[in-house]
């Protein structure tokens, strides 16, 4: 069948048994082999892990999501491995669209962002250099992303790059109004930020 996930219910089968004997607890490949039944395989622990069923630290194995989590984390772990994905093909692939220009982009409704990953210094000075560098012009807007920690410190950014003298201060030609918001990630300890900010 066209789309079909491979050996999707041999993941299903060990993701289901990981959470009856381990809950969220973490556990290596040998206590998997040792202690639960069905196939537990290196190749279908990694399976269940791409599958986002599971996730690796590079010690031990986990149960990635609760099956009764909302939906909503669901989508959002979805999401998240769908953009690490992505990046990852434009990495090693000519790509189309932006890829050939290093320019990583995010979709919110219908228009392309360009992404600006905000660092642990989120100067205005830092964040304005590397949009100088960025053809903004083929795109909706820029989106500032950031551990969800700093949230605080982007929105501030976003202030002062909304500020209608950003562009006499800073010799940016774009002007830019706060678009929305968004916090994606399925571990609460471990969330992106997210704030999109539309050309005017």
């Not at 069948?1 to 050996?7: I, K, N």
């Not at 973490?26 to 040792?34: D, H, I, K, S």
């Not at 600006?116 to 903004?136: T, Y």
Request: charged fraction near 35%.
């Amino acid at each position: 069948m066209a789309g079909a996930l491979p050996r999707l219910e041999d993941a299903l089968e060990l993701y289901a048994a990981a959470v009856d004997r381990y809950g969220t607890d973490r556990f290596t490949a040998a206590q998997a082999r040792r202690e639960l039944s069905g196939e537990t395989s290196a190749g279908l622990l990694e399976l269940a892990v791409a599958y986002g069923l599971l996730e690796f630290d590079g010690d031990a194995y986990a149960v990635r999501i609760e099956p009764d989590a909302p939906i909503a984390e669901w989508r959002s772990g979805a999401i998240e491995r769908a953009e690490r994905l992505r990046a990852a093909a434009i990495d090693r692939t000519d790509g189309n669209g932006r890829a050939e220009e290093g320019v990583e982009t995010l979709t919110h409704g219908s228009r392309r962002f360009a992404s600006v990953a905000v660092d642990d210094d989120p100067s205005l000075e830092s964040v304005v250099e590397r949009l100088a560098a960025l053809p903004l012009e083929e795109f909706a807007g820029i989106v500032l992303r950031s551990p969800g920690e700093r949230a605080s410190a982007v929105q501030r950014l976003a202030d002062r790059l909304c500020e209608p003298s950003i562009t006499d201060e800073t010799g940016l030609e774009e002007r830019f109004r706060k678009e929305a918001t968004d916090v994606v990630g399925a571990d609460k300890n471990d969330l992106e930020f997210r704030l999109f900010l539309e050309r005017t």
